[in-house]
């Protein structure tokens, strides 16, 4: 039964996760609330490993709770609900995309997609923040790389390990 749940919900997580990774956040928060599989700390902890870690967000996330939930066979099956969705609509658009590419209803349909996925994205985003941002000095840290980030356009990875050995430095 368990593996069924993790399929169902993670697959009607990857049929709604338009615009990628980071959409699927508002979906894992309800889940968490829903079934208990893991705590908002935890979630917060996974979001954290998974932009570290090779592979795209909603999957690394997905096999974790998966795996945490029910074991190998469990992260796999999560895993596989969560991308079939992409799949079978990948293999839809090639079919049909060069007869309905110019169609206007096409066009506004995808356009009018765009806001939607937009709030969900600040929405995770401000669940993120509600969760990371205990202290004035967290939120000193994530100003402070912000605004590194906007002006030095360094590469993500070196602002993860600056945020990382602040942390671990000042205790956090």
């Known amino acids: ?39 908002t700390e935890q979630l917060v902890n996974m ?4 932009e570290s870690t090779p592979g795209p967000l909603g999957v690394n996330m997905a096999t974790f709770t998966g795996y945490q939930t029910a074991g190998v066979l469990g992260g796999i099956i999560a895993t596989f609900g969560l991308t079939l969705p992409s799949v079978i609509i990948i293999i839809l658009i090639a079919k049909l995309l060069n007869r309905f590419a110019d169609n206007a209803y096409v066009q506004t349909l995808l356009a009018s997609i765009r806001p939607g996925v937009l709030a969900l994205i600040i929405f995770a985003g401000w669940q993120i923040a509600r969760i990371s941002i205990t202290s004035w000095l967290s939120a000193a840290i994530f100003a402070g790389i912000l605004v590194a980030n906007r002006f030095f356009k360094s590469s993500p990875i070196f602002y993860i390990l600056l945020s990382a050995i602040i942390g671990i430095v000042l205790q956090l």
């Open 47 to 50: 979001i954290a490993v998974s």
């Open 1 to 39: 039964m368990i593996y069924w749940l993790l399929f169902y919900e993670f697959f009607k997580i990857g049929l709604f996760a338009i615009g990628g990774g980071a959409v699927t956040i508002p979906f894992l928060f309800d889940l968490g609330e829903k079934y208990h599989w893991f705590t």
